[in-house]
């Protein structure tokens, strides 16, 4: 029996979010990872348009950009909602831990403890691909100033972590800034300039410490509503 996995990736162009949908060809059983509030209407008719069964809705992280659709999604489909037990929240149905796995169909994609960007940041790996959430972007990487972000730790879930995946791992980010949809493993290692393997911790971490970002414009609004699962229970007129 041939194994199939189809991939959609769409965006939300205000916060630039990358929500992937993950289907096992053949029992259509699927996954959703990083949906955002504002387009959740999409999905859930994607989802229904493509004869899918929607089995896990999967936050890498705890948002600081835009509210996820988890909460909502949760509600018009009955999936469940994944997080990091590193949050200690109660509205997840899943708490996972690094190296728990979940099944969709013939699959099974494996969750990876890649903190930094915040402390519960995870990637997620199926079929020589990896969801990196704000861990690794193409060409970048998520700040770490804010929601006990660690630079030192960063610079080891990349390094030690997602650069020892194969170089011809398909790197699929959480967002991306200027229209790129994917990159690889090797890509990164070389071409990354805050993280290729040339940058020495201590440079990274000096970097990072001097970016001196304004803080994300719907910050106030998203970590409350996040930590509710996007409040998605309540949101039925989305």
Same mark, same amino acid.
């Given at each position: 029996?041939?194994? /199939?996995?189809? %991939?959609?990736?769409?965006?939300?162009?205000?916060?630039? $979010?990358?929500?992937?949908?993950?289907?096992?060809?053949?029992?259509?059983?699927?996954?959703?990872?990083?949906?955002?509030?504002?387009?959740?209407?999409?999905?859930?008719?994607?989802?229904?348009?493509?004869?899918?069964?929607?089995?896990?809705?999967?936050?890498?992280?705890?948002?600081?950009?835009?509210?996820?659709? &988890?909460?909502? %999604?949760?509600?018009?489909?009955? !999936?469940?909602?994944?997080?990091?037990? /590193?949050?200690? +929240? &109660?509205?997840?149905?899943?708490?996972?831990?690094?190296?728990? @796995? +979940?099944?969709? *169909?013939?699959? =099974?994609?494996?969750?990876?403890?890649?903190?930094? #960007?915040?402390?519960?940041?995870?990637?997620?790996?199926?079929?020589?691909?990896?969801?990196? *959430?704000?861990?690794?972007?193409?060409?970048?990487?998520?700040? $770490?100033?804010?929601?006990?972000?660690?630079?030192? @730790?960063?610079?080891?879930?990349?390094?030690?972590?997602?650069?020892?995946?194969?170089?011809?791992?398909?790197?699929?980010? !959480? #967002?991306?800034?200027?229209?790129?949809?994917?990159? $690889?493993?090797?890509?990164? =290692?070389?071409?990354?300039?805050?993280?290729?393997?040339?940058?020495? @911790?201590?440079?990274?971490?000096?970097?990072?410490?001097?970016?001196?970002?304004?803080?994300?414009? =719907?910050? +106030?609004?998203?970590?409350?509503?996040?930590?509710?699962?996007?409040?998605?229970?309540?949101?039925?007129?989305?």
């Amino acid at each position: 029996m041939n194994k /199939e996995i189809n %991939l959609y990736q769409f965006q939300e162009p205000e916060s630039s $979010t990358y929500t992937y949908i993950l289907a096992d060809e053949q029992s259509r059983e699927a996954v959703i990872i990083d949906p955002v509030i504002e387009t959740v209407s999409r999905d859930v008719s994607f989802i229904q348009s493509m004869g899918l069964t929607l089995k896990y809705i999967i936050d890498t992280h705890l948002h600081a950009d835009h509210i996820t659709g &988890s909460g909502e %999604l949760r509600r018009r489909t009955g !999936a469940k909602i994944t997080l990091s037990s /590193e949050y200690h +929240l &109660s509205c997840p149905d899943i708490a996972l831990n690094d190296g728990d @796995e +979940l099944s969709f *169909g013939s699959f =099974k994609l494996k969750a990876l403890s890649t903190p930094g #960007h915040t402390a519960g940041c995870m990637s997620f790996y199926v079929e020589g691909m990896i969801f990196t *959430g704000d861990c690794l972007l193409i060409r970048g990487c998520g700040r $770490t100033d804010f929601q006990e972000g660690n630079s030192r @730790e960063l610079f080891y879930s990349v390094r030690e972590k997602l650069f020892s995946l194969p170089d011809e791992t398909i790197v699929y980010p !959480a #967002h991306d800034y200027k229209g790129k949809t994917s990159s $690889t493993i090797g890509e990164e =290692k070389t071409d990354n300039p805050r993280l290729n393997l040339s940058v020495t @911790e201590e440079a990274f971490v000096t970097l990072m410490e001097n970016l001196n970002f304004a803080y994300p414009k =719907k910050i +106030l609004e998203s970590i409350p509503a996040n930590k509710l699962c996007g409040h998605g229970e309540q949101s039925s007129n989305i």
